[in-house]
Nanobody, 125 residues
C-alpha cells in the first residue's frame, strides 16, 4: 500500500513564502506523475501544479503560474511545492496525489489514485 504524506503547511503573511512537501513510501523511478491540489472552504478542489518524471515536465494552473514551483528529490521520494508571493486567496488545504506507471505530460485532473491527508496553508495578516 502506497502512502503519501504532506507536511510544511502553516500560517504566513501575504507576500510571504512557504514550502510544502509530499513524501511517498515509494516512487517508481521514471514513471510517475505527482500533483498538488487545493480546496478552500466552500469551493471545489482545484489542481495547482503537477510534475511528470518522464519526460520531466511541470504544469501549473494559471492562478499560481510564476509564483509556485514544483520540484522533486528522487533520493528522498519527495516532491515539493514552493509557494511564493502568497495571497489570501491561496488559503486552502493542499493535497498531494500520485499515480504510477505513467509517462508523458501530467494533467491537473482526476487521474491520481494515491492521495495524502492534506496540509493547511493559511495566508493572513
Amino acid at each position: 500500500q502506497v502512502q503519501v504524506v504532506e507536511s510544511g503547511g502553516g500560517l504566513v503573511q501575504p507576500g510571504g513564502s512557504l514550502r510544502i512537501a509530499c513524501a511517498a513510501s515509494t516512487f517508481p523511478r521514471n514513471s510517475y506523475h505527482v500533483g498538488w491540489f487545493r480546496q478552500a472552504p466552500g469551493k471545489e478542489r482545484e489542481g495547482v501544479a503537477c510534475l511528470s518524471s518522464t519526460p520531466s515536465i511541470t504544469v501549473y494552473a494559471d492562478s499560481v503560474k510564476g509564483r509556485f514551483t514544483i520540484s522533486t528529490d528522487n533520493a528522498k521520494n519527495t516532491v515539493y511545492l514552493q509557494l511564493n508571493s502568497l495571497k489570501p486567496e491561496d488559503t486552502a488545504i493542499y493535497y498531494c496525489a500520485a499515480v504510477f506507471g505513467r509517462i508523458g505530460r501530467c494533467v491537473l485532473g482526476p487521474v491520481y489514485n494515491y492521495w495524502g491527508q492534506g496540509t493547511q496553508v493559511t495566508v493572513s495578516s
